[in-house]
């Protein structure tokens, strides 16, 4: 979705007749954004150039990307900012806590076979 309306608004973008030189206006850029979200279907109220720079923070951190890099490039002072922005997936949660319940489980076991042994 979010390299899907990136690609659209850089689309329009080039088909502009004005001055391609000149940078566009804040509201030209809420503007393509809004029609390229219109376009994909993932519009939704409040979307707007801060919602793809939070799914940017969050996919870059999702694919494996540190706090520390994320941080870095979003040009976060630190990561406490950082933070405030990655939105965790429910999926991820659930990826997360079957991990941690998965080593769990094996520490038991390793510790019941000690017990057994012993």
Request: hydrophobic share 35%; proline share 2%; net charge positive.
């Amino acid at each position: 979705m979010y390299a899907s309306i990136c690609s659209r608004i850089s689309a329009r973008r080039e088909t502009q007749a004005d001055n391609l030189n000149e940078p566009m206006w804040d509201s030209g850029v809420r503007q393509a954004l809004k029609r390229a979200a219109t376009a994909e279907g993932c519009d939704f109220r409040g979307f707007g150039p801060h919602s793809l720079r939070r799914a940017n923070i969050t996919w870059r951190q999702e694919v494996g990307g540190s706090s520390i890099e994320t941080s870095k490039i979003a040009g976060h002072a630190n990561t406490k900012i950082t933070e405030e922005y990655t939105i965790v997936q429910l999926k991820r949660q659930d990826d997360l806590t079957r991990r941690i319940q998965g080593r769990r489980a094996k520490a038991a076991k390793k510790a019941n076979e000690k017990k057994v042994a012993a």
